[in-house]
T-cell receptor, first 115, second 109 residues
Framework: IAGITQAPTSQILAAGRRMTLRCTQD?????MYWYRQDLGLGLRLIHYSNTAGTTGKGEVPDGYSVSRANTDDFPLTLASAVPSQTSVYFCASSDSSSENTGELFFGEGSRLTVL | GQNIDQPTEMTATEGAIVQINCTYQ??????LFWYQQHAGEAPTFLSYNVLDGLEEKGRFSSFLSRSKGYSYLLLKELQMKDSASYLCAVFNSNYQLIWGAGTKLIIKP
C-alpha cells in the first residue's frame, strides 16, 4: 500500500453498538487526524495526534475516542453509537516538519450509518 | 468565532474560466489551502498560499490577499472532470485547520 488506508469503507450499525474505524498510513507522517463530513458543513475535526503516543481533542470529540500506539495506526472508536454519528469519516495524515506546507493526505473515507 | 465563507454551488461551461471565492475570519493566519473533492471520494490537495499574490499551477491558480481575508481559486479551460467540490481551508495562529463547507462546481457541455 502507498498512502493512507481506512476500513471499513461502509458500515451500517445499530444504535448503542461499539464501532472502531481503522486507519493506517505508510508515509511515516507524524501527525494524524480524524474528520467527519456532513452535508452542508465543512470538515470537522474529531481528534488528532501530533506524534505517536499523544492525542488531542478537536472540534467535535464527544462520543469518540482515539489511540496512537505507533506512527502508522490511528483507530477511531465510537463507544456507543448514536444516529447523530451517521456521517462520512475521513482519516488524514500530514508531515508537519518545517520543510512542509502541512498538506493533508486523506484516506478514502468510511461511510457510517447508525440506525 | 472563526469561519470560512464560500459559495455553495457554481455552474460553468466546458472550456470556460471560473473563479471560486473564499473569505475567512480566523484567529490569526498561517496559510490557506484549496482542496478538490470528487463526489464520494477523498479531498485532494490543490494549492497552498501563505504570502499575498497569485500561485499558478497548470490550469489552476490560487490568489491570496491577507489584508482582505480573501482568496480565490481560478480554473481555466474547464474540463468535465473538473466537476467536483472545492474546499477552502485556513491555518489559524494555533495551526488549527478551519474548513469551509465547500463549493460544488457543475460543468456543463
Amino acid at each position: 500500500i502507498a498512502g493512507i488506508t481506512q476500513a471499513p469503507t461502509s458500515q451500517i450499525l445499530a444504535a448503542g453498538r461499539r464501532m472502531t474505524l481503522r486507519c493506517t498510513q505508510d508515509m511515516r507522517h507524524n501527525a494524524m487526524y480524524w474528520y467527519r463530513q456532513d452535508l452542508g458543513l465543512g470538515l470537522r475535526l474529531i481528534h488528532y495526534s501530533n506524534t505517536a503516543g499523544t492525542t488531542g481533542k478537536g472540534e467535535v470529540p464527544d462520543g469518540y475516542s482515539v489511540s496512537r500506539a505507533n506512527t502508522d495506526d490511528f483507530p477511531l472508536t465510537l463507544a456507543s453509537a448514536v444516529p447523530s454519528q451517521t456521517s462520512v469519516y475521513f482519516c488524514a495524515s500530514s508531515d508537519s516538519s518545517s520543510e512542509n506546507t502541512g498538506e493533508l493526505f486523506f484516506g478514502e473515507g468510511s461511510r457510517l450509518t447508525v440506525l | 468565532g472563526q469561519n470560512i465563507d464560500q459559495p455553495t454551488e457554481m455552474t460553468a461551461t466546458e472550456g470556460a474560466i471560473v473563479q471560486i471565492n473564499c473569505t475567512y475570519q480566523t484567529s490569526g493566519f498561517n496559510g490557506l489551502f484549496w482542496y478538490q473533492q470528487h463526489a464520494g471520494e477523498a479531498p485532494t490537495f490543490l494549492s497552498y498560499n501563505v504570502l499575498d499574490g497569485l500561485e499558478e499551477k497548470g490550469r489552476f491558480s490560487s490568489f491570496l490577499s491577507r489584508s482582505k481575508g480573501y482568496s480565490y481559486l481560478l480554473l481555466k479551460e474547464l474540463q468535465m472532470k473538473d466537476s467536483a467540490s472545492y474546499l477552502c481551508a485556513v491555518f489559524n495562529s494555533n495551526y488549527q485547520l478551519i474548513w469551509g463547507a465547500g463549493t460544488k462546481l457543475i460543468i456543463k457541455p
